[in-house]
């Protein structure tokens, strides 16, 4: 059974950075590809990032690009979402997730095929 638990969320202004972090069951990183999602309010759930086992292909929701960054450090089984210039748009709750990676890159956000969820870490931002 894996388990996955965010902490780094909290409230920040526009134009500020916060670190999220997915503390993971061992081994989970040499055997899932990892990924973050958010849930806007009232909205649907998104892919926001995801990153496969060796750490060297990374895929980005368009909205995100050049200023998130995921990450993975296997020696602490800790994933990590570096965000930068954050956005009131960027308020959601955000869940680390873990998958079997995709056959198709295209399929990198389905959350669908998300195996194992974290429980989620509210972040917002003000303008």
């Known amino acids: 059974q894996v388990q996955l638990v965010e902490s780094g969320g909290g409230s920040v202004q526009a134009g500020g950075s916060l670190t999220l972090s997915c503390a993971a069951s061992a081994y989970t990183f040499s055997v899932y590809c990892m990924g973050w999602f958010r849930r806007p309010p009232g909205k649907e759930r998104e892919g926001v990032a995801s990153i496969n086992p060796g750490g060297d292909i990374t895929h980005y929701a368009d909205s995100v690009k050049g200023r998130f960054t995921i990450s993975l450090d296997n020696a602490k089984n800790a994933l990590y979402l570096q965000m930068n210039s954050l956005k009131p748009e960027d308020t959601a709750m955000y869940y680390c997730?873990?998958?079997?990676?995709?056959?198709?890159?295209?399929?990198?956000?389905?959350?669908?095929?998300?195996?194992?969820w974290g429980q989620g870490t509210q972040v917002t931002v003000s303008s």
């Open positions: 997730a873990a998958r079997p990676c995709p056959s198709s890159a295209t399929r990198w956000s389905a959350s669908t095929e998300v195996a194992y």
